[in-house]
């Protein structure tokens, strides 16, 4: 029995950044939608990730609906640290399986906060959250290619476990796929 229910309460999880700044995740409000069109359209983003081509505030929005309805899935908002209720980031949640208690991470720092710690911060954040109420594994899939993403899972306590092969089809081609996970307990 690992007391895991699902869903998880959706509420907002409040830590600290490096430097001492306040990191908060929280709900998502309407006043994300630019930030969340300005990750999307961004070059960086796009390598990694299935945001279409010219992603519209309609597309936020849909995406934003979408997470909410799904039962599988939760999503936060990154705070910007700079700026009090701005868009900073997203952090996704989905449920792999109850039984064991697994759930798998995603996530975006939006562009002009990349570099500084904040996804880092919030994935273990996140973590900690998530194993105070019974998650006993978390996982994060990355392409190999992506070092930055890697960086983020290895520097908040994952372990790397090895590569899934053609695991993801994106724009039309076979990636493989790094997968890492952190365990109740691990250090
Ligand atoms: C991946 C991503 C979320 C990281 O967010 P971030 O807030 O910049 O992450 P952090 O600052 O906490 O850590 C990034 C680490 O990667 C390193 N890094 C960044 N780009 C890198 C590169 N090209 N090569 C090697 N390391 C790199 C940074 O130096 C940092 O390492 P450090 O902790 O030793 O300083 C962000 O780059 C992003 O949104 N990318 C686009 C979306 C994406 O790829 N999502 C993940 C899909 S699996």
Known sequence: MT?????????????????????RLRAPVDTDLEGLVV???????????????????????????????DPGAMLWIVDDPDRQGGFGGTVELRLVELNSATVELGYTTAPHLRGRGLMTASVRLICEYLFDYGVHRVQIRANPENLA????????GFHREGTLRDAEFLRGEWNDLDIFSRLEGDV
Not at 3 to 21: C, E, N, Q, R
Not at 149 to 156: D, Q
């Open 3 to 23: 007391g895991f229910v699902w869903p998880l309460p959706s509420a907002d999880v409040v830590g600290d950044l490096p430097g001492g700044a306040v990191l």
């Open 149 to 156: 993403s890697c960086k983020v899972a290895l520097s908040a």
């Open 39 to 69: 990750s999307g359209r961004d070059a960086g983003s796009r390598r990694f990730t299935g945001f279409p081509e010219n992603y519209t505030r309609r597309d936020a929005a849909l995406f934003l609906r979408t997470m909410m309805h």
